[in-house]
C-alpha cells in the first residue's frame, strides 16, 4: 500500500469560507488524480486540512515568544511531512493575508524544499487574480517550494453554480490538480519530520534567539 499524503493550508477568515470551499474541491480532485497515475498500486492519499483560523492566536504568539503550542506544531509538521500541499488564501489588499504569512513564517528553514505546491486564491473580484503570480508565486519560490504551474483563483462569480462551481473553474481545478498529482506521483514518499534531528543549542536558548 502507497501512502501519499496532502497537507491543505486554507487562509480563510469567515464560516462557511469560500477558500475552504476551493481548498476542499483542489484536495479533492488532486486525490483522484493522484489514483488514476498509480493505478496499478493501491494507493491510499491522506488529506489533512488545516485551518488557519482556528491557530490564529498561536501564531501570534509563536512570533512573539519564540514557543510553538503542541496544535500549532501538529500543523507545522504535517506540512512538512507531506508528500504535496495546498495552499489557498483570500486575497486582501492585493496580496495574501496576514494568517498565511504568519503561518508560513512559523514552518522551520528548509520545510518547503522541493515541495510539489499547488497555489490558489479567493478574492471579492476577478481583478484580485494577478496577486497569485506577484504575491504568492514569489513567496513560494523564495521558501524553495516547487509550485506548480497552474494557479487557480476564484471569484464570486465562479461560484455561481453553487457548491459544484462552473465549467471555468472546473478546467482550472482539474488542470492545476493533475499538475500537482503529476509532482507528487514522480517525488519519493516524504518522511516524517524528525524534531531531535535539528536541536537548538541549551546556550542559544538561554541567550532567548
Known amino acids: 500500500m502507497t501512502i501519499r499524503k496532502l ?6 477568515l469567515g464560516v462557511p469560507s469560500s477558500s475552504r470551499l476551493l ?6 480532485a488532486t486525490g483522484a488524480a493522484l489514483r ?4 496499478r498500486a493501491e494507493i491510499d492519499v491522506e488529506v489533512e486540512v488545516i485551518e488557519l483560523r482556528e491557530h490564529g492566536h498561536e501564531l501570534v504568539d509563536a512570533v512573539l515568544t519564540g514557543f510553538v503550542t503542541p496544535a500549532l506544531r501538529k500543523a507545522l509538521d504535517a506540512v512538512a511531512g507531506a508528500d504535496g500541499l495546498i495552499t489557498v488564501t483570500p486575497i486582501f489588499s492585493a496580496s495574501y493575508n496576514g494568517l498565511f504569512k504568519l503561518f508560513l513564517d512559523a514552518l522551520e528553514e528548509g520545510a518547503l524544499d522541493g515541495k510539489p505546491t ?3 486564491a479567493t478574492g471579492g473580484t476577478g481583478r484580485h487574480s494577478l496577486a497569485l503570480e506577484h504575491a504568492v508565486r514569489p513567496l513560494m519560490a523564495y521558501l524553495h517550494a516547487v509550485a506548480v504551474p497552474t494557479a487557480v483563483f476564484a471569484a464570486p462569480e465562479d461560484w455561481a453554480g453553487g457548491a459544484t462551481g462552473v465549467p471555468a473553474l472546473d478546467r482550472r ?4 490538480a ?3 498529482a503529476d509532482l507528487v506521483a514522480q517525488s519519493p514518499a516524504a518522511a516524517a519530520p ?3 534531528a535539528d536541536p537548538v543549542p541549551f546556550e542559544q536558548l538561554l541567550r532567548g534567539d
Open 173 to 176: 481545478i482539474a488542470r492545476a
Open 23 to 28: 481548498a476542499d474541491r483542489l484536495a479533492a
Open 36 to 39: 488514476e497515475r498509480e493505478v
Open 178 to 180: 493533475g499538475e500537482l
Open 118 to 120: 499547488l497555489i490558489a
Open 194 to 196: 524528525d524534531p531531535f
Open 7 to 12: 497537507a491543505v493550508v486554507t487562509a480563510g
